[in-house]
């Protein structure tokens, strides 16, 4: 009797701890399915303004993700996200306003949203993408044109036009010393391309580069050039 006892303990232990291994597995799993997102805010309302990132029940509930804080050229680290909208809200004295509000992408590991701030209504206008999707990674550009003019973006050799209110992944073209010459251009009255930004860029391996396209008075484009540093998926 006490035999039987000793053949089926390892016998027990061992569909045990497969079985606490399996749960481990499936709970891995779950954490990896889960959505995130990193905010790259280009513009904000402000220094240092803190947010908090919320989904909203059906009896008007907020429910929280995370918090953050803004500032411009801003890039957060990874951020619990949610499948479906979520609102961008401030704390008031009444409670939580929200001064914002984008959709997840469906079926997106991990999004990308940029904001644009609305200095007189002190909102933000936000972007969402999904950079696997739109294949954007270190060797890309990711072009926002959150403007109500086209533009026109070279990337060394490469260039790309860039409409109104859309994005696009673009790879640079690059020259014999691994850079290339970043220019941005748009239409005058006349259609005559006038540039608004010329610089050098040198791509770092681990990181991505985000361009966005501003509306501006002066200059009728203004460039925020942002590097993303990974991890990426």
Same mark, same amino acid.
């Given at each position: 009797?006490?035999?039987?006892?000793?053949?089926?303990?390892?016998?027990?232990?061992?569909?045990? $701890?497969?079985?606490?291994?399996?749960?481990?597995?499936?709970?891995?799993?779950?954490?990896e399915a889960k959505p995130m997102l &990193?905010?790259?805010?280009?513009?904000?309302?402000?220094?240092?303004?803190?947010?908090?990132?919320?989904?909203?029940?059906?009896?008007?509930?907020?429910?929280?993700?995370?918090?953050?804080?803004?500032?411009?050229?801003?890039?957060?680290?990874?951020?619990?996200?949610?499948?479906?909208?979520?609102?961008?809200?401030?704390?008031?004295?009444?409670?939580?306003?929200?001064?914002?509000?984008f959709t997840h992408p469906a079926g997106?590991?991990?999004?990308?949203?940029?904001?644009? $701030?609305?200095?007189?209504?002190?909102?933000? &206008?936000?972007?969402?993408?999904?950079?696997?999707?739109?294949?954007?990674?270190?060797?890309?550009?990711?072009?926002?044109?959150?403007?109500?003019?086209?533009?026109t973006v070279s990337l060394g050799p490469?260039?790309?036009?860039?409409? $109104?209110?859309?994005?696009?992944? $673009?790879?640079?073209?690059?020259?014999?010393?691994?850079?290339?010459?970043?220019?941005?251009?748009?239409?005058?009255?006349?259609?005559?391309?006038?540039?608004?930004?010329?610089?050098?860029?040198?791509?770092?391996?681990?990181? &991505?580069?985000?361009?966005?396209?501003?509306?501006?008075?002066?200059?009728?484009?203004?460039?925020?050039?942002?590097?993303?540093?990974?991890?990426?998926?």
């Amino acid at each position: 009797m006490n035999l039987k006892k000793i053949q089926l303990i390892p016998h027990v232990m061992v569909m045990a $701890a497969a079985f606490f291994m399996g749960a481990q597995s499936v709970s891995a799993q779950d954490a990896e399915a889960k959505p995130m997102l &990193r905010l790259i805010c280009a513009t904000s309302v402000g220094k240092g303004q803190k947010i908090v990132l919320a989904t909203k029940s059906e009896d008007g509930k907020w429910n929280r993700l995370a918090e953050a804080e803004l500032r411009a050229s801003l890039v957060s680290e990874w951020l619990p996200s949610h499948a479906g909208e979520i609102h961008i809200l401030i704390k008031q004295k009444t409670g939580l306003e929200s001064i914002g509000h984008f959709t997840h992408p469906a079926g997106a590991n991990q999004a990308l949203v940029i904001l644009i $701030a609305d200095e007189k209504a002190k909102t933000y &206008r936000a972007h969402a993408v999904d950079p696997g999707k739109d294949g954007f990674d270190a060797t890309t550009s990711l072009i926002i044109n959150a403007s109500e003019v086209a533009g026109t973006v070279s990337l060394g050799p490469e260039v790309v036009e860039v409409e $109104a209110g859309v994005h696009l992944v $673009a790879k640079p073209g690059l020259d014999e010393n691994g850079g290339y010459r970043l220019m941005v251009q748009y239409p005058d009255p006349q259609r005559e391309k006038q540039l608004c930004y010329d610089r050098q860029v040198i791509p770092n391996a681990n990181s &991505r580069n985000i361009i966005v396209l501003l509306p501006d008075p002066s200059v009728n484009l203004r460039v925020i050039n942002i590097s993303e540093f990974g991890p990426f998926e």
